[in-house]
């Protein structure tokens, strides 16, 4: 339980102040001192920290809920100062907290409790703990028994006598069982970790009947968090049984009336999937899952969308699945292409051309590249977006270059959205698209777009931009640098911007590792050279900076480094005769 804090010294005066802080009025300074408790503590003592400040602290909880916030996630540290064997005298101020109204305080004091109780010993856990738990679970208060239901898997794991922990399944099953609907759900969320812990008798005997009870609640809000459960659940059934349970549980959740179940469902699919015996798979979530994708709620689908490649490359490795695929799954791909829905399309263009492998070529050729190009032409520039973040899957199986034709009217329209994040990523793209489209259809098709974010109003596009050229220097090598990067970089030097200037040096700087001796003099020092009287003194101070990478950097060596430094080094803003000088030095 340590803290970064503990090891800085506070004069007497900062403690005082914040022993007077934990009693003010204001809210902002109070909550500040309570995240300063172990501190406040340390310089106490243990004895004063026990005899006045956990008293204090118990007695002063108010209702504000970003103090108790506070104050529910700092209690642990006080551990450390009052000692392990001690600690159950931190339960009573966290057991107050756990009956917040507020969620997250009441999540964050329960979470407390557990790390509280680890550190109790055996004779502590059955005297305060799991007392403590049954106060909270049978307490009139609906948010004490969601705080017992967080609760309830610790103080299991904690006993290890078979009555005591009969008895807190029991208590679990009323839980359960809860006329509140947030103690339902508490205890829903609670159930996950339970069938973890308990072996498989009890699981069946006793947790199976509750997931059935939770699966078939009346509130829509409870019976989704059963969802999560089942792919633990399958591991205790019977082997006998698994097939049809797994069915008629998968059957029940997509055929549920509420879509938040059916997303619920959508969302733990692979899970399920994976708990599921592999030969049963098609027979009984294929169905299910195909259904999920063409569901009348768009969230459904988008969810059920984003899962098409996990759920078909977990289906069973083996000539099969190619023509499961393509006859029971790219029929829905084709018609979520369509979907009205923009989060849809956007979703399926994450994914659909991962299956290509799956697939093979002549599939992928015949079944989803039309798709795969429709999306391309997406009216949305994220759809658009995602569909080129995935060129590289596509490459790898059919390649790029027959698809140049459909890609350079989606990267024209993605190079010039008014989104600067749009912009960014189209350009991280740069070195696939050069090394597939190759020079020629590169250079003339694309290179326009390069210069225009060269000068594009956000530096992190231009930067990008900058580091994406210098990796296709090393696709098209020194050639390409002198006959088209130069011209270019030229053109950009004598710019009345002064941005576009300094982007130039910042250009000259990535491309100097990837260049050679001979481009470096004949081609880029020249540029370098030509702004060293640039009236600007960030330019000049970017010259020195370019020419220290020219030295340390490369085996390009004249007297005109020499002589251009030299002159930046008698210049009169201070800054540039420092860079200046810093880089004469390593001459």
Aim: net charge negative; glycine share 2%; hydrophobic share 45%.
């Amino acid at each position: 339980m340590s803290d970064k804090k503990k090891v800085q010294r506070f004069p007497v005066e900062e403690i005082t102040r914040l022993i007077q802080t934990l009693s003010s009025a204001d809210i902002e300074p109070r909550v500040s001192a309570i995240r300063d408790i172990d501190i406040i503590a340390e310089h106490i003592g243990p004895q004063r920290t026990i005899d006045e400040l956990i008293p204090y602290l118990l007695e002063t909880i108010d209702d504000e809920d970003e103090a108790m916030d506070a104050l529910a996630e700092r209690v642990p540290f006080l551990l450390c100062i009052i000692g392990n064997d001690r600690a159950h005298l931190l339960l009573p101020i966290l057991e107050q907290l756990s009956a917040s109204e507020e969620a997250t305080v009441r999540a964050k004091a329960t979470k407390s409790i557990r790390k509280v109780v680890s550190s109790m010993s055996d004779e502590g856990i059955y005297q305060e703990f799991l007392p403590l738990v049954e106060r909270l679970s049978t307490a009139p208060g609906f948010s004490l028994r969601s705080s017992a239901c967080a609760l309830i898997p610790k103080c299991y794991r904690s006993v290890e006598e078979v009555e005591s922990r009969a008895a807190i399944v029991e208590r679990f099953e009323e839980l359960c069982r809860d006329p509140s609907a947030m103690v339902r759900r508490a205890a829903a969320t609670a159930l996950k970790t339970m069938v973890e812990m308990v072996d498989k008798v009890t699981s069946r005997r006793r947790l199976h009947p509750l997931y059935m009870h939770i699966a078939k609640d009346d509130q829509d809000s409870v019976r989704l968090l059963s969802v999560p459960v089942l792919p633990e659940l399958l591991s205790t059934v019977k082997q006998a049984d698994v097939i049809d349970f797994s069915q008629q549980q998968v059957e029940a959740f997509v055929g549920d009336p509420s879509w938040r179940v059916r997303y619920m469902l959508a969302d733990n699919v692979v899970a399920i999937q994976r708990a599921m015996v592999p030969d049963s798979v098609v027979a009984t979530l294929l169905p299910a899952f195909v259904t999920m994708l063409e569901d009348g709620e768009a969230e459904v689908r988008r969810c059920a969308a984003g899962k098409i490649y996990d759920f078909c490359a977990l289906l069973p490795d083996n000539d099969e699945r190619m023509f499961i695929i393509v006859d029971s799954i790219i029929p829905f791909v084709q018609k979520l292409a369509e979907d009205a829905s923009t989060e849809v399309r956007a979703a399926l263009a994450n994914v659909i051309m991962r299956l290509s492998p799956l697939i093979g070529a002549k599939q992928t050729n015949e079944t989803l590249l039309p798709s795969f190009l429709k999306l391309l032409r997406d009216d949305d520039s994220q759809v658009r977006l995602n569909v080129i973040s995935r060129l590289n899957d596509v490459n790898k199986v059919v390649g790029l270059k027959h698809l140049s034709k459909a890609l350079l009217p989606a990267i024209e329209t993605l190079a010039q959205n008014p989104k600067w994040r749009v912009r960014l990523a189209i350009v991280e793209f740069l070195p696939v698209l050069a090394d597939q489209l190759g020079a020629e259809f590169f250079t003339g098709k694309l290179l326009e777009f390069c210069h225009a974010w060269l000068k594009d109003s956000v530096y992190a596009v231009r930067i990008s931009t900058i580091e994406n050229l210098s990796k296709i220097v090393k696709v098209f090598g020194q050639n390409w640098v002198q006959e088209v990067l130069v011209p270019m970089l030229q053109e950009l030097s004598t710019s009345e911007a002064f941005v576009h200037r300094l982007t130039v040096l910042f250009a000259v700087n990535a491309l100097i590792p990837v260049c050679s001796t001979a481009n470096i003099e004949k081609s880029l020092f020249p540029i370098v050279s030509q702004l060293q009287d640039d009236p600007i003194p960030n330019i000049r101070i970017n010259v020195a900076k370019t020419l220290n990478t020219v030295i340390t950097a490369s085996k390009f060596r004249s007297g005109r480094i020499d002589s251009v430094l030299k002159k930046l080094k008698s210049d009169a803003d201070p800054d540039v005769k420092f860079f200046a000088s810093q880089a004469l030095s390593f001459l």
